[in-house]
Every structure is written in structure tokens, then in C-alpha cells.
């Protein structure tokens, strides 16, 4: 069974930045895509950042200049690089890994901005 494990969340204030990082148990290299979700409390898990065996990307709108992800084949790992955060990207931030028509999700990890 495939594990996705992030890292990377914290509290930060307004302004500033955060690297999330998702580590997988197995290669990423053949992974059709990889992205990350978040979930702020009482609203629906949402797309943040996606980027695919090719590396192409694409990014929710709220989050298109600010955010960056990246992959690393050689170490499994999926970044998203945050900068600029503001009060409203404070959610749980997922990691999700997109494999032959099934989707693999980690545990999460907690950012929270502050105003």
C-alpha cells in the first residue's frame, strides 16, 4: 500500500512563506500525477497545485503567483512552495498522488496564518 507522508506545516504570519513537502513510499517517477489538496474547517477539500508525469502544472486561481510545486524523482518527493500566505490559505494541507484511476492521499498537515 502506497504512503504519502507531508511535512512542512506550521504557524506563520501574514506575508511570510512555508515549503510543504510529501514523501512517497514508492517511485513517483511513474506516477500519472501528484498534487496537493487543502481543507479549511467546514468547507470541501480543494485543489491547490497539481503537476503531472511531465511536469506540467496547474494551480487554483487563489493560489496562481504565490504558490509553486515541484517534484523530485530521485527522492519521491512532491513540494509546494508557499510564499505571501495569507489568513485565508490556513487549512489542512493533503498530499495526493494520481495512479492509474485510483487517487492516494496522506495525513495531512496543518498550516495556519496568521493576520
Given amino acids: 500500500q502506497l504512503q504519502l507522508v507531508e511535512s512542512g506545516g506550521g504557524l506563520v504570519q ?4 512555508l515549503r510543504l513537502s510529501c514523501v512517497s513510499s514508492g517511485s513517483i ?17 480543494e485543489l ?20 509553486t510545486i ?6 519521491n518527493t512532491v513540494y509546494l512552495q508557499m ?5 485565508e490559505d490556513t487549512a489542512v494541507y493533503y498530499c495526493n498522488a494520481y ?11 496543518q498550516v495556519t496564518v496568521s493576520s
Fill in 14 to 17: 501574514a506575508g511570510g512563506s
Fill in 29 to 45: 517517477f511513474s506516477f500519472n500525477g501528484m498534487g496537493w489538496y487543502r481543507q479549511a474547517p467546514g468547507k470541501q477539500r
Fill in 48 to 67: 491547490v497545485a497539481i503537476i503531472t508525469m511531465g511536469g506540467n502544472t496547474n494551480y487554483a486561481d487563489s493560489v496562481k503567483g504565490r504558490f
Fill in 70 to 75: 515541484s517534484r523530485d524523482n530521485a527522492k
Fill in 83 to 87: 510564499n505571501s500566505l495569507k489568513s
Fill in 99 to 109: 495512479i492509474f484511476g485510483n487517487h492516494y492521499w496522506g495525513g495531512g498537515t
